[in-house]
């Protein structure tokens, strides 16, 4: 069945320095999705990418989906305490109805 | 926000008990899904359900069932629960086309 991986499974920053997360899958994805868990919290839908090399920006939060469709990154710039928590990719492959999530990355942000 | 609806959102019973966790959504979605989830750890999906009277069961073997009478109420039920069911169980509703997913605030079950 379809795996999705992600790197790395911890991220301890200080605050101001930039954080990245990826995503790895075994078979070619139709689209992905990234989500974020606060602590205590339920996952957030953040955004969804759906073409070959698309790059999608939200403020300091920049989005990539490989070439491919198999991986996609998750880069976040300055890193704030408000961006502590757990994200998460969520891929579909083109004939699924539902998505495989990854193992996550946990970000801690030191003050 | 999303109005998707999980109750109860914490749960302690005793070995063997029957329970039932409450999943209503009012945003008229057809899919639904029940992901069980450890603290910290990743999401696995157990059960959903793309409509009325249509369930599947998930990529992660689980002992509860769920039913889907009416598009938005998507129930989960263990029969005798066992404290290897003490987890966190989260709802999530989606539109068929978008994808994006909508998750209820979880419901976490302690089985003593």
């Known amino acids: 069945g379809q795996q999705v991986m992600q790197i790395p499974q911890y991220q301890h920053v200080q605050e101001g320095e930039d954080f990245t997360t990826y995503c790895n899958s075994s078979?070619?994805?139709?689209?992905i999705q990234w989500y974020k868990q606060r602590p205590g919290g339920h996952p957030v839908f953040l955004i969804q990418?759906?073409?070959?090399?698309e790059v999608k920006k939200q403020k300091r939060l920049t989005f990539q989906f490989g070439e491919a469709k198999k991986n996609s990154s998750l880069h976040i710039t300055a890193t704030q305490t408000t961006d502590v928590g757990t994200y998460f990719c969520?891929?579909?492959?083109?004939?699924?109805?539902?998505?495989?999530f990854g193992d996550g990355t946990t970000l801690t942000v030191k003050p | 926000e999303a109005d998707i609806y999980q109750t109860p959102r914490y749960l302690v019973i005793g070995t063997g008990k029957k329970i039932t966790l409450e999943c209503s959504q009012t945003?008229?979605?057809?899919?639904m899904y029940w992901y069980q989830q450890d603290p910290g750890m990743e999401l696995h999906l157990i059960h959903y359900?793309?409509?009325?009277?249509?369930?599947e069961k998930g990529d992660l073997s689980s002992e509860s069932t769920v039913s889907r009478i009416r598009t938005e109420h998507f129930p989960l039920t263990l029969e005798s629960a066992r404290p290897s069911h003490t987890s966190q169980y989260l709802c999530?509703?989606?539109?068929?086309?978008?994808?994006?997913?909508?998750f209820g605030e979880g419901s976490r079950l302690t089985v003593l």
């Open positions: 990418l759906v073409k070959s090399g």
């Open positions: 078979t070619t994805l139709s689209n």
């Open positions: 359900s793309y409509g009325v009277n249509s369930t």
């Open positions: 999530a509703s989606t539109k068929a086309r978008t994808g994006e997913l909508f």
């Open positions: 969520a891929g579909r492959n083109t004939n699924a109805g539902k998505s495989t």
């Open positions: 945003m008229g979605h057809d899919k």
